[in-house]
């Protein structure tokens, strides 16, 4: 399926080490354009109007749970995927606790994927917040910026590997590093996923 970015959302604030090397926040500093979040209700509609089915990534480069962002357009969203179900949203975010609050008065669909961002093992405990959420669960571990160590993913559906490739200096990432979540991966029943997987030999 062709993957499509669905920014119903843009802008974010810097929230960890992880988020230093955004490119979004770069481009918008470049341009000097305001980046704090905003809503933008006339996008809504975008994935109806596609009626080739698609693999929607929401919010990328921003964060639909953001503290800026209402419960009310966050519920606006969730009855766009409802409606359209031939198309996969997957919904990444840092702030898993607004993420587990919010999603106590959410009925994720069958359609939508609930995922955070983890990028050391310091900020693991996001994963407790992920697994109350009524929903497939993914982990985006990355751009990563230290060890994760011993994870606890009962409850998770999916993970995957970012490497962090953009901008000027790149943080680099060590082959152990990847291959600690690999085989806790493989050990815990989740499914890794290989369009989100770059293996040590890539690094």
Known sequence: MKI????????????????????????????????????????????????????????????LFHEAVSAEFINDVFDVMRQADWHQFQIVTKRAERLEAVSRYLKWPANAIAGIALEEGKYKWRIDCLRNVDATRIISFGPMTGAMGKLDLSGIHQAGVVVEHWGPNPRPIKAEWIDEIHKQCEEQGVTILDKYWLSKETV
């Open 4 to 63: 499509e970015t669905w920014n119903v959302v843009s802008g974010c604030e810097r929230l960890t080490p992880g988020c230093d090397n955004c490119p979004t926040y770069w481009e918008y500093k470049e341009k000097g354009w305001n980046y704090h979040p905003k809503e933008h209700e006339d996008r809504l509609i975008d994935p109806l109007e596609n009626l080739t089915p698609s693999v929607y990534m929401v919010a990328t480069g921003s964060d």
